[in-house]
């Protein structure tokens, strides 16, 4: 079957985030544990695999995400892989729905290469900061809050743009914490720089140390963001060493996220479930 390598959230190669996608040909997914196999042998932050549904349900294809290490809830930049695949090798046209562990999502393409998703938009609750993420982060934390199930993060506002670029956390203190991982965004430090505010995401409890661009994360902070600065559409700019940005609209329960994407390796996995 063939597997392909896809950078999300960017419109060149080795930029994004990279996500494995496998599209199956059979009508209900393998045992578990080999689409576990392939995730780790394949040790990106995500690996999407789906199948086709029968015409006619609420959703046209499965879809589940495994990590190295798990099976997550919500993935953002491997759905948007997992539609590029399916646009540009003409497997579906207008709007697909996938049925995942988070309900159905949606995804559209815009006809000049970006993918606006329809995600649930997550609930928000303040909570305190965790002594051992304080301790971990080594910054100054403004405000801190809990993301929810389907997100499962500890999202966490620092002073500025320069606090979140300068973040070397102990990961291993992280990983200790409880939930997916941590988020830590600011405001951007120039309004006229083309994003609205920056994010770094760490899950090393998940097996991901850091995530270059994490598309749940913002269906947190599209909300988070959107109250403070008055807007329902922003810009995220997200990541250290690979970056990119996530286009936000805001729209209640749902929240839509906006990127583009490159298919940089397709190959032949020989190894089948």
Known sequence: MRI???DAFSTRPFAGNPAGVVLLDSAA??????????????????TAFAHPLPAGGEADWALRWLTPTAEVN??????????????????ATGTVRFRTRSGVLTTTADGCGGITMGFPTAPLTPVEVPPVVAAALGTEIRSAHDT?????????????????????PDL???AG???RGVIATARAADPESGHDFVSRCFFPAVGIDEDPVTGSA????????????????????QGA??????????????????????TVIDGELLAAG
């Open 4 to 6: 392909r390598i896809v």
């Open 29 to 46: 997914f393998p045992d578990t544990a080999w689409l576990q196999q392939v995730a780790t042998e394949v040790n990106l932050s995500e």
């Open 74 to 91: 919500m993935c953002g930049h491997a759905t948007l892989a997992t539609a590029h695949v399916l646009y540009t090798t003409g497997k």
């Open 148 to 168: 929810g199930p389907d997100v499962g993060d500890l999202l966490v506002e620092l002073a500025d743009e320069q606090a979140v670029r300068a973040l070397a």
């Open 172 to 174: 291993k203190a992280l």
């Open 177 to 179: 914490h409880g939930g």
């Open 218 to 237: 913002h269906t947190a902070l599209a909300p988070f963001w959107s109250a403070r600065l008055g807007r329902a559409c922003l810009v995220g700019l």
């Open 241 to 262: 060493a690979r970056t990119g940005l996530v286009r936000t609209e805001l729209r209640g329960d749902r929240t839509l996220l906006t990127g583009s994407a490159v």
